[in-house]
């Protein structure tokens, strides 16, 4: 099955956005259980905040192609096993899961918005291009953020365990 390139790269966008959608998602519910990690806690909700921005620069680039959406199929859903990882997990190490499964997410963004510069270079579609290369570098610094702090986070997580366990919390 082939498609033209435009409907090709308005196809891509509308991936890129319901994979913005999904992130809000699981970036709030992760937000809400890092009460004991105010770092990681603020660092979050910045991000969220950004991907917020990033669906609505992407619905203006959907818009400014003016192609019909009838034809686009729905990927909500799409990225659910991810997004449980992130955002819906409830062992007592979700901390450290959650990182983990951001950092890994943040990269499945990057890898997405490289592939969609260089869709939109080819078409000369260069304001597109310039919003995915702004989002990209909002994802690349979310991704070396969690690739700093992943240290941090797992020890700071061990050593709360620690004290629960020496203060008979579990
Ligand atoms: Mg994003
Ligand atoms: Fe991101």
Redesign the pocket.
Known sequence: MSSDPMQQLHSWLKDAHA??EQ?EQMLTAQAKRLEHYPKLQARITQHID??KS?AARLEECLESMNTSTSTMKDLGGKFAAMGQAIGGSMAPDEVVKGSVASYAFEHF?IANYRALIAAADQLGEIRIKEVCES?LQ??LAMAKWLEDNLDDVTRAFLARSESDELSGKR
Request: charged residues 50%.
């Open positions: 994979m913005e992130a950004e991907t990033q963004e989002i909002e994802e």
